[in-house]
């Protein structure tokens, strides 16, 4: 599993690129600009194209120092790229496009954290509490409370004041949105004008508690901490926005009339669809995916990097492009410098598991570790220490490891534990309780921790 397959013929690649890039502009000018979301792929009609145009020349390269050879796109990603710097990118179909064709992915993928994180707020998604004695916060000034209610089907949120016995309802707003599956937390958006904004409570799982959200503490301007579309690019597949026009106006508040492919989704990773599905309903016999990014051809670097645009981390970045222009296959580069300093850093709640991948020795001294060697994002494989060592056994033998052989099968079923403990992030933090609360995080330096490989070896003879 851990073998790449190597890039494919990269003529080969590029004719047919270049091909199916031709048939692309011919079927969208056709179509034009519209088909988006709501249309099912059954919906389309076959639609003659006209004598496709040339495809645009290859711009030149940019005239930059040298590269080392790690940092330079493969000619396959050249391509790819290219093809996807133009407007076709935006016809996104929603993951519900894919389960005709794709049905094994889609079942299983649908059970992911990923497809989880953001939704529509209801009984489902929301896991917050609303019942008597547990819908209240208490803060640390005994006369604000936040209370938490459900009525009509619908959720709601109150900035409560008691003073001398007379409860005050200060603002109350409706759970619109759900973000986070819930593994760690869920933070919540109500929409006020057609923008976005966050609730002040949020659920934090560890304590399976309603809290402040993140960085809220008393004193603050509760209901004024606007959601901006940089925040939901991580956390929705994509925004078509109301008022059509060029990527720039996602920058502008996202106007409720705007359409939202909620949940981290298949076109998120593997970009937009709809040229894909319209080929492949044309073309039924056709076995290879055609208009589709492969994103096992795609260099390690620029695999790690279709994870690490998330996964790197969500502060100190400065963007160079407008929120939801981002694809897969694109080197982060092109979107934003990174400004922090060069060591990984503690993890925060946005991770950084690639800057800490990219340090440890299994991916500086193998050609081949990229995420997907532990990870198969089309299913929900949390909680399985035993799968994922079977990964570590595909590079690693169990009598590499000194206290892996003395401990027998359980060291075998449990690399782990010793190897990527469980940590308390210094910059993740939830204020509740009159304290600061240190959200764990799987540590994703893989190295020996002597003390977490003790106690793990404690926790195994108290067994
Ligand atoms: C009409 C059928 C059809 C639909 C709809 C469809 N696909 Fe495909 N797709 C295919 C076929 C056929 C292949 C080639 C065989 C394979 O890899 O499964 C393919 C291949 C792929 C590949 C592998 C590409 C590669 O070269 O590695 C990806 C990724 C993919 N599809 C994603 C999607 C996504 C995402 C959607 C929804 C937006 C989608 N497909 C919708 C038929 C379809
Ligand atoms: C650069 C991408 C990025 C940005 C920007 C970002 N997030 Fe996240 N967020 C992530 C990733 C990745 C995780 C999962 C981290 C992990 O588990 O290591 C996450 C986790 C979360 C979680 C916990 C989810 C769970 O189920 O445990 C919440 C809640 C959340 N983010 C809310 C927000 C909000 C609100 C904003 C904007 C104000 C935001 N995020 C901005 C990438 C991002
Ligand atoms: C979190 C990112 C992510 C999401 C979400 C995702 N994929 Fe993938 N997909 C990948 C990666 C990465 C690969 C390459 C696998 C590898 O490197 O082994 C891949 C590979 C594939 C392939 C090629 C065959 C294979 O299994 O290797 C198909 C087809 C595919 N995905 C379809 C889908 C469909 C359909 C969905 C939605 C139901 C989906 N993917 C959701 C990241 C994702
Ligand atoms: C669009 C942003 C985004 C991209 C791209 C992305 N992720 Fe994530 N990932 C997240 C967020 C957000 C979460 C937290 C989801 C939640 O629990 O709500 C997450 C969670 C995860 C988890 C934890 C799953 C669980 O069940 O707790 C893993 C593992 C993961 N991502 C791996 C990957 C890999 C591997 C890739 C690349 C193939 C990838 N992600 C691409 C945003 C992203
Ligand atoms: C793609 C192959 C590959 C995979 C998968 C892999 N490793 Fe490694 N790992 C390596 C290589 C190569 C080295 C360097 C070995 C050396 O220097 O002799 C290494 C080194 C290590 C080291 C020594 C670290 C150090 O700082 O010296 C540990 C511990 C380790 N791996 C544990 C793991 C565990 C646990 C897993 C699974 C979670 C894993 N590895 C998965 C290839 C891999
Ligand atoms: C050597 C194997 C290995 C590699 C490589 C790897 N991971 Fe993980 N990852 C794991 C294991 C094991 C877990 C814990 C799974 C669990 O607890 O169920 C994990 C958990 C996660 C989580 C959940 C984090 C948390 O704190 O709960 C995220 C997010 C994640 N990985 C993302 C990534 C990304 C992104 C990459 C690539 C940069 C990556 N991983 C590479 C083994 C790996
Ligand atoms: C009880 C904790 C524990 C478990 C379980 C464990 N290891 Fe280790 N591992 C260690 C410690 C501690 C070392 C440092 C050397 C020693 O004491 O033998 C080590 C050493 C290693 C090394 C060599 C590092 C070097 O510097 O050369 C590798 C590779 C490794 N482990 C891989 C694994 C793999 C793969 C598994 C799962 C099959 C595993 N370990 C299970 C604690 C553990």
Redesign the pocket.
């Known amino acids: 599993m851990a073998e ?1 397959t190597p890039a494919p013929k990269k003529k080969a690649t590029l004719a047919a690129l270049a091909a199916c890039f031709a048939i692309v502009l011919g079927v969208i000018g056709a179509l034009g600009y519209w088909i988006h979301l709501e249309h099912q792929p059954q919906d389309f009609t076959r639609i003659e194209a006209p004598a496709p145009p040339a495809p645009p020349p290859l711009p030149a390269p940019a005239k930059t120092p040298a590269k080392t050879a790690a940092e330079e796109p493969a000619p396959s990603d050249r391509a790819v790229d290219d093809w996807r710097y133009r407007r076709i990118g935006d016809l996104y179909l929603g ?1 519900d496009g ?1 389960r005709d064709c ?1 049905r094994v ?2 079942e299983t ?2 059970q992911t954290a ?2 989880l994180d953001s939704a529509p707020a209801g009984r489902d998604t929301v896991l917050g509490h609303f019942e008597a004695g547990r819908n209240v916060v208490k803060t640390l000034d005994p006369t604000l409370t936040f209370e938490m209610e459900a009525r009509d089907g619908r959720f709601w949120q109150s900035e409560v004041r008691t003073k001398d016995g007379q409860r005050k309802v200060v603002q109350t707003e409706r759970f619109e949105l759900v973000v986070g599956s819930g593994v760690k937390g869920q933070t919540y958006i109500y929409l006020k004008d057609g923008a976005l904004f966050q609730l002040p409570i949020s659920h934090y799982t560890p304590l399976d508690t309603w809290t402040f959200s993140p960085s809220f503490k008393e004193g603050m301007d509760y209901f004024n901490r606007p959601i901006l579309p940089r925040c939901l690019e991580c956390h929705v597949t994509h925004v078509t926005p109301a008022t059509p026009g060029p990527p720039a106006a996602h920058d502008a508040a996202l106007a409720g009339g705007g359409e939202m492919i909620l949940g ?3 076109e ?3 970009g937009p669809g709809a040229a894909h599905a319209m080929y492949h309903r044309d073309h039924p016999k056709e076995t290879q ?1 055609k208009l589709m990014v492969s ?2 051809g795609l260099s390690r670097v620029r ?1 790690v990097e ?2 690490g645009f998330c996964h790197s981390g969500a502060t100190l970045k400065k963007p160079l492009r407008p929120a939801f222009t981002w694809r897969p296959g694109r080197p982060l580069s092109d979107f934003f410098v990174d400004i922090r300093p060069k060591t990984p850093g503690p993890p925060e709640v946005h991770g950084n598991q690639v800057a800490l991948v990219q340090a440890s020795a299994c991916y500086q001294k193998s050609e081949t570790l ?1 995420c ?1 060697t532990c990870h198969d ?2 299913k929900n494989e949390r909680g399985q220490p035993a799968l994922h060592s079977k990964r570590c056994l595909s590079c690693h033998q169990a009598e590499h490891c000194g206290k892996a052989k003395a401990l027998g099968p359980a060291a075998a079923e449990n690399c782990i534990d010793c190897h990527m403990p469980m940590q308390e992030s210094k910059g993740a933090h939830i204020w509740h309780g009159g304290k600061e609360n240190y959200i764990p995080f799987r540590s994703h330096l893989i190295k020996v921790y002597p003390e977490e490989s003790d106690a793990f070896i404690k926790k195994l003879k108290n067994k």
């Open positions: 790449l993951p894919c794709h992915h889609y993928a649908s990923h497809f981290i989704t298949c998120k990773c593997h995916g994103l096992k695999q279709t994870c990229t997907t994002v089309h």
